[in-house]
C-alpha cells in the first residue's frame, strides 16, 4: 500500500525517510513526543482493540497530544502501520552461534508465527509494510545469509527464503482467522465448533463424495493442535527447499535420502 504524496508535493523532494528520522535525535521542544513513544502506543491500542483502532485521533487521546502532533512525526497509516510492525519484531533473533540454514529459518518460523498470534493485527498488515522495516530487515538478511552461504544463486536464495514466509504469513493467517470466527460466535474449543458445524458436515459426508476427508474426520487424532500441524508443515517445506536446492540441514543431514545423487550429496551446505 502506497503512501499517497501530499498536494504540491514533487517526486524527489522528499524530506528524510521515516527510519532516518527516527535515529536522529527530536529537536528538544517535541522530545517529549517521540516515534519509539507513538510505536509504542500504537501497539498498546491494537492490541486491546483491533488494527482498525489505531487512528490518528485516537493515538493522540492516547498519548495526551493534540492530533496534529502526531502528523509532524508519521505521515499517515502506513508510517504508523510500519513502526507497529518493527517494534514488535526487535524480539526475533536466533543466537549467534546457529549458523545452519534450517535450523535459522525454522527457528525465525516458530518465533514469527508466535509474534502474530500474540499481536493478531500483523495478519491484515500489506505485506511491504512488514518487510520494509529495520527489524524485518535484519530478520530477512539473517535467513538469507543462511541460505547464501551454501552455494545458491541469488534468484533461488530470495526464493526459497520467500516460499518459507509464505507458508508462515498464510498459515497464521488461517490460524487467527479461525480464533476470531470462533471468537464471534462464542465456541471456545475446537469439539464446541464442529458440534454447532455438526449439520452441515453431516450432509456433506452422507453425499459420499469426500471419503477422505470422512476419514480425516473419523480418524484424526490432533484436529486442535495447531502448533504440531504448523510445525508438521514448515517441516515438509524445509524438507522440500532441501530437496529441490541439494542442500541439506540440521537434522535432515543425518535423514536417508534415496534419491539424492552423488552430485547432490556433494553440493552446498551439509550442516548439522
Not at 516458530?110 to 529495520?134: D, G, S
Not at 517441516?235 to 537434522?251: A, E, H, K, S, Y
Request: aromatic share 6%; net charge negative; charged share 25%.
Amino acid at each position: 500500500m502506497a503512501v499517497t504524496k501530499k498536494e504540491g508535493e514533487e517526486s524527489g523532494t522528499e524530506g528524510p525517510s521515516l527510519w532516518e528520522r527516527m535515529e536522529r535525535p527530536a529537536p528538544l521542544p517535541r522530545a517529549s513526543l517521540t516515534l519509539e513513544r507513538i510505536a509504542a502506543a500504537a501497539v498498546e491500542i491494537a492490541d486491546e482493540e483491533g488494527g482498525a483502532a489505531v487512528t490518528m485521533r485516537r493515538l493522540a487521546t492516547r498519548l495526551g497530544v493534540a492530533p496534529m502532533a502526531a502528523y509532524r512525526h508519521v505521515n499517515g497509516k502506513d508510517d504508523l502501520w510500519a513502526l507497529m510492525i518493527d517494534r514488535v519484531s526487535r524480539d526475533l533473533a536466533v543466537p549467534e552461534g546457529v549458523t545452519d540454514w534450517r535450523e535459522v529459518l525454522r527457528s525465525y518460523a516458530l518465533q514469527t508465527r508466535e509474534l502474530m498470534l500474540a499481536h493478531p493485527w500483523m495478519a491484515v498488515m500489506p505485506t511491504p509494510v512488514i518487510m520494509l522495516t529495520p527489524s524485518r530487515m535484519a530478520v530477512a538478511e539473517r535467513q538469507l545469509a543462511a541460505l547464501a552461504v551454501c552455494g545458491l544463486d541469488a534468484d533461488s536464495v530470495m526464493a526459497a527464503f520467500r516460499a518459507v514466509t509464505s507458508f508462515v504469513h498464510g498459515s497464521a493467517q488461517t490460524e487467527i482467522a479461525l480464533r476470531d470466527y470462533q471468537e464471534r460466535h462464542g465456541w471456545t474449543s475446537g469439539d464446541e465448533t464442529r458440534e454447532a458445524l455438526a449439520p452441515q458436515m453431516r450432509y456433506l459426508m452422507s453425499t459420499g463424495r469426500y471419503p477422505v476427508f470422512e476419514q480425516y474426520a473419523l480418524g484424526a487424532t490432533r484436529k486442535d493442535d495447531r502448533a504440531w500441524e504448523f510445525a508438521f508443515g514448515l517441516d515438509c517445506v524445509l524438507d522440500g527447499i532441501g530437496q529441490r536446492l541439494g542442500i541439506r540441514g540440521g537434522t535432515d543431514a543425518e535423514k536417508p535420502r534415496a534419491s539424492w545423487t552423488e552430485e547432490d550429496r556433494g553440493f552446498g551446505c551439509e550442516g548439522g
